[in-house]
């Protein structure tokens, strides 16, 4: 291998004096999307070496090696799915016969016609993963264009989605982010359960950047708030660490706000001026005032009350300001009768006074008795949070993710915090990016993932057959055009469905199962693995086995994958260009070339739902011969940019990042405001409250000993199923043979000793986990890092080692964290349909009798007969040990 050599400056496609080509690509390997040099044999057409890219400050995680190597073992793994496979035994037998692209996408396009004359076209529906390639805009198109009301499950329903939902309804952008733009402004930084150092990798750019704000050694690090469950990276030298069970968190931030208001720590300005907190709420209902029963005005428009004169005043959101021409100090609390236009007289007070009173009681004294967590923390906590701004509270799935019916609740008690400390596009805060110059709207942007969509294209009709439409609705069509009108309005733009339309997987099987609401029969699964992602595994195994056609698009045979009626190739990030908006969640885009062509029959998703599109009879809607041709078309109306200069500059920010934006004025006069209903930060939702839900949230305690005293007697033991480990993602790089799979070679439940030692579990004994759903296996990891009284079990686990056919299905049943987990509707979020995952009750148990774990390490017997073999003798001897051996 060469030494190091600087890339810095080099252009895209160079060709260095080894004969090796050089070209920008961008590692899907997590979403990261770090830039990474592809070094290509001009001999040989191989891949052979990759190099960070410097200017980003990349770093070659432990995922690729540090050449490379590992990533490159992944390109060419003998075990990859290389050609299209069409099942031939039954379904799940593991029987196959290759097939061509063409007859492949010829019967797949049959079949789902077929399919669509019988049911109509709602009778199919996509399974997808998160984010692993930036074609999650064709599916959609494809979608759309067969006319399909949107049918997709998606882990983004626990996952980042539910929560970038809620935000968008409350601020109009999705504020919770990984980092902040700008952490070096940051005062405090929050970090609500993630594990920073391990999803997206110890050398990866999360991690680096973060590390770097929170070390302890520099003059000014930010004051850093961590609440996990677990001891991680950072845990020990946080300046407070706050460790509570699973699934309570929302209670902490229920008490955050409490101590907020009982001190008086929320920012005065911020709040009445730019908040729609001083608006009037009826008493009688909890609803907003609107101008319509005021005053006959609109519906649109809301109603407070001038400090100044002690008079009402009505606010015109249309235009972003009172209608009275007069000085306006708006009163944030205070309880008033309000003369409505039909006569009655209706007492009501300020959305702000409905929301403290919401959170009189939650003391943190209440909350630590739910958590387990000292109530002297937690006020500790949120009095730093609330005082040494700007602060960041950042994404992480312990943050509300899979928080199940508190799921909603949560989210929006975090973006309360947010609003009442002024925490909203501060330098350093929470930033709200901005898709199109509102008073640009001539789109100086690259083709958002948005307008590549045709989501115009769905009527009403179409839209009411959304599964789950009335049920979820925040992500449904009602919540979702709630939001789009705003966003339209503020931008020029549509919004992506892509994060928004996310079904419940749970009311999917049913339809599957029960023809209920109507049969769903098809699916399209592509970057998915539900056997792995999705709750209450047996239930998924039954809906998919009982599909009339199943497609599979992925690198390997997959549990899931091994259902399927064909199994379709997917090529890999070397092997593709990419050009995005990231789903539209960035206001920067991201740019890279292909390093390699791909191999075999390995397509790029966007050229499979081209062409089975086309083959659907959707040939006009895609001109684009292939992704180089789309990416020139997305970058045409930008001036002077084509794909060659994205493509050096890798990551390009069009309108690079500027703070305080809600305040600044706007061509036509206005200020801007956010992309909500009133222009407000909507700290009580306008959108929710339409939707029929509370906008103040509510705290239910979950699957836990308080909650649920009958079951903790059999099921005594908290379970979180979360914890990633890098290189693991997701369910991939398991596969042995590149370099991933012996960095981790087991699943490890996690556990305190103490419960271990009471229960006769040593560190890597196979243990038993079971809860009311059933039992997997996974070995045992025994320390202080988690409570007592608690398990961490870590998800998406199956051994692509064993045999694909059933009953061994790769072992997914013995070991997937989502065998022992719920998917019943009723038990998830109301508002977004995010199961629970984290507020669990289980028990855990040896796989071998105790009183057979009498030292086998070393034997009583070893003392009679020296010559006796131990288990140590035997590890010895594999590994070559000479001083054992010679004994
Ligand atoms: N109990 C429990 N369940 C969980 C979680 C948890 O913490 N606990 N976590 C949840 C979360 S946050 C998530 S995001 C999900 C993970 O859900 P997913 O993101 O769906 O991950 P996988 O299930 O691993 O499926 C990804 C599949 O895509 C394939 N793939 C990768 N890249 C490509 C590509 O470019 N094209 C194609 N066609 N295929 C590709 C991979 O080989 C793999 O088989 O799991 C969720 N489920
Ligand atoms: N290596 C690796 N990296 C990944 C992924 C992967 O599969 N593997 N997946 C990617 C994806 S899609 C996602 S969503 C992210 C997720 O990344 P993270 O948000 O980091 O997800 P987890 O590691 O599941 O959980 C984060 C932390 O939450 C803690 N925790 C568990 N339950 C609770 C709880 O109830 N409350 C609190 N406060 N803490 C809790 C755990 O101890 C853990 O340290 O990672 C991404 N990066
Ligand atoms: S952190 Fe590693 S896996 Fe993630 S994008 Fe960067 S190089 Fe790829
Ligand atoms: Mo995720």
């Known amino acids: 291998m060469s030494e190091k050599v600087s890339m810095l400056g080099v252009p895209n496609n160079t ?118 390639s930036d074609h999650l805009w064709a599916r959609t198109r494809f979608f759309n264009l067969f006319g399909n009301p949107g049918n997709v499950v998606d882990p983004g329903t626990i996952c980042w989605c539910w929560n970038y939902s809620l935000n968008m309804a409350m601020v109009g952008w999705p504020v919770e982010a990984i980092m902040p733009v700008s952490p070096s402004y940051t005062g405090t930084i929050v970090n609500w359960g993630k594990r920073w150092s391990e999803a997206y990798a110890p050398e990866g750019p999360l991690w680096r950047t973060m590390r770097g704000r929170i070390e302890v050694n520099q003059d000014n690090p930010a004051q850093y708030i961590n609440i996990d469950t677990t001891c991680i990276d950072g845990s020990a ?61 609109k519906h649109e428009d809301f109603l407070a009350i001038n400090e100044i004169s002690g008079q009402p005043v009505t606010w015109c959101s249309d235009e972003n300001r009172y209608y009275e021409d007069c000085e306006v100090t708006p009163a944030l609390q205070g309880t008033f009768k309000i003369k409505m236009a039909d006569g009655s007289e209706v007492e009501c007070w300020t959305a702000f006074d409905a929301i403290e009173d919401r959170f009189k009681d939650w003391t943190p004294e209440r909350a630590s008795k739910i958590s387990n967590v000292p109530a002297r923390k937690i006020r500790e906590a949120a009095r730093l949070y609330a005082t040494n701004g700007p602060a960041f509270i950042g994404w992480g799935l312990g943050g509300g993710d899979q928080h199940g019916i508190n799921a909603s609740q949560f989210g929006i008690a975090k973006t309360m915090a947010r609003i009442l400390t002024g925490n909203i596009d501060n330098p350093g805060g929470e930033y709200v990016g901005q898709p199109a110059d509102p008073d640009d709207k001539e789109k100086l942007f690259p083709v958002r993932d948005s307008e590549l969509e045709l989501s115009d294209l769905l009527t009403p009709e179409i839209q009411k057959d959304y599964i789950g439409n009335e049920r979820f609705r925040v992500m449904s069509w009602h919540g979702f055009k709630a939001i789009d009108k705003c966003y339209r309005k503020m931008f020029g733009l549509n919004r992506p469905m892509l994060h928004q339309m996310l079904c419940s997987p749970s009311l999917m099987w049913k339809a599957i199962l029960e023809k209920d609401p109507y049969p769903v029969t098809a699916c399209i699964c592509w970057s998915s693995n539900p056997l792995a992602w999705a709750p209450n595994t047996k239930r998924v195994y039954k809906a998919l086995k009982a599909l009339e056609l199943l497609v599979v698009v ?16 997917a090529a890999d990030w070397m092997e593709r260009p990419c050009c995005t908006t990231s789903e539209d969640s960035n206001d920067f885009i991201v740019t890279g070339d292909r390093g390699v062509e791909p191999l075999y029959d390995r397509h790029m998703d966007f050229d499979f739902f081209r062409a089975l599109g086309i083959a659907c009879g959707q040939k006009e809607y895609w001109p684009w011969e292939t992704y180089e041709d789309l990416i020139e078309y997305r970058l045409e109306r930008v001036p002077d ?21 809600y305040a600044k004025p706007l061509a036509n006069g206005q200020l801007r405001g956010f992309a909500t209903p009133s222009r407000k930060a909507e700290i009580f939702s306008s959108v929710l409250e339409e939707l029929g839900y509370d906008p103040i949230p509510v705290y239910t305690e979950p699957e836990t000993p308080l909650g649920n005293p009958e079951l903790a007697k059999e099921y005594p033991l908290r379970l979180t199923t979360s914890g990633r480990i ?5 369910s991939e790089m398991r596969t042995p043979g590149h370099g991933t799979r012996s960095v981790v070679p087991w699943p490890m439940t996690w556990m305190h000793i103490n419960d271990a030692r009471k229960l006769h579990i040593r560190e890597g004994d196979w243990i038993w986990i079971e809860t009311r759903m059933g039992r997997i296996r996974q070995k045992a990891h025994v320390g202080w890092d988690v409570p007592e009284g608690m398990v961490q079990v870590p998800p998406s686990w199956w051994y692509p080692e064993l045999p694909a056919e059933e009953p061994w299905s790769q072992g997914v049943f013995d070991c997937a964290a989502n065998v022992l987990i719920d998917d019943d509707p009723d038990l998830a979020d109301k508002m977004t349909a995010t199961w629970n995952a984290r507020g669990l009750l289980c028990k855990v148990y040896p796989c071998i009798d105790p009183a057979d774990q009498s030292d086998e390490n070393v034997p009583i017997e070893y003392y009679d007969n020296p010559d006796a073999e131990t288990v140590w003798d035997r590890a010895y001897k594999e590994i070559g040990c000479w001083e054992l051996n010679g004994k």
């Open 15 to 132: 060709v260095d004096e080894n004969g090796i080509r050089w070209r920008r690509t961008r590692c899907f390997m997590c979403h990261m999307n770090c830039g990474v040099w592809c070094g290509v044999d001009t001999k040989t057409g191989r891949l052979v070496e990759m190099r960070p890219n410097e200017e980003e400050g990349s770093v070659l995680c432990n995922r690729l090696g540090s050449k490379g190597e590992k990533a490159i073992k992944f390109h060419y793994h003998p075990k990859r799915i290389n050609h299209c496979m069409k099942r031939v035994g039954e379904k799940g037998e593991d029987k196959w016969e290759e097939i061509s692209w063409e007859q492949a996408i010829d019967e797949i396009s049959t079949k789902l016609m077929a399919l669509k004359e019988k049911y109509g076209a709602k009778t199919l529906f996509s399974s997808e993963g998160t984010y692993r």
């Open 554 to 569: 992925d690198y390997w045979k997959t549990p899931t994958a091994a259902l399927a009626d064909y199994i379709i190739p």
């Open 237 to 297: 030298t946080a300046d407070i660490w706050l460790q509570p069970y699973p699934g309570t968190d929302c209670a902490i931030s229920f008490a955050w706000l409490n101590v907020i208001f009982e001190e008086k720590l929320w920012d005065d300005k911020f709040v009445r001026y730019w908040s729609n907190a001083p608006f009037l709420v009826r008493k009688d209902t909890g609803k907003l005032v609107r101008l319509d029963e005021f005053n006959g005005g």
């Open 726 to 730: 890098s290189p693991l993602y997701h």
């Open 641 to 661: 940019m084509n794909r060659e200069k994205a493509t050096n500059l890798g990551n390009y920010f069009p309108y690079g990042t500027d703070f305080y934006k």
